[in-house]
């Protein structure tokens, strides 16, 4: 062996058993008692939520939009229900029912967007916003709504 390699074999014999002796200062918990009733730990009662697959990337953008313009009216979710709903006279629709997504292809609600609520005979509290946003974003903010599914509404039959 040459006389080099002895400080590298040196540390590395001082890494391992350092190693091994710190995996063997871990103590488990004695078992109980034979009839103790055993209690699961208190973060092992709650579930995980289930983990939503992530946006594609035209989709974050969607939501970025949303979130910037129609947020504010349409809420978190889309459920109507923004810190400003309750000041428009209608309240903003929940776009996340089923039966309204289900009524409304998509080029109908680019045109929604584009011209605005009074555009389509709607509401004139939703304004439009053809010159605001490209049609790059308004078909991105569809997209997005397409994705607000309200997980509480009755299966459709």
């Not at 590395?12 to 918990?29: D, P, Q």
């Not at 978190?76 to 000041?87: K, L, S």
């Not at 680019?110 to 011209?115: I, L």
Request: proline fraction near 12%; aromatic fraction near 6%.
């Amino acid at each position: 062996m040459r006389p080099s390699m002895l400080p590298r074999l040196a540390w590395g014999l001082v890494l391992v058993l350092g190693a091994a002796s710190g995996c063997s200062r871990h103590k488990e918990a004695p078992a109980p008692a034979a009839g103790t009733p055993v209690t699961p730990p208190a973060e092992a009662a709650v579930a995980p939520a289930p983990l939503e697959p992530p946006l594609s990337y035209e989709l974050r953008l969607g939501k970025q939009v949303f979130q910037h313009y129609c947020l504010t009216c349409h809420g978190e979710t889309g459920a109507g229900d923004g810190f400003n709903a309750f000041n428009v006279e209608p309240h903003p629709r929940d776009l996340g029912d089923p039966a309204f997504q289900k009524a409304k292809v998509d080029a109908d609600l680019k045109d929604t967007v584009r011209r605005g609520g009074v555009g389509v005979g709607l509401s004139s509290g939703m304004p439009p916003w053809g010159k605001t946003l490209t049609p790059d974003q308004i078909d991105q903010v569809v997209g997005y709504l397409r994705t607000l599914k309200r997980t509480d509404a009755p299966p459709a039959s």
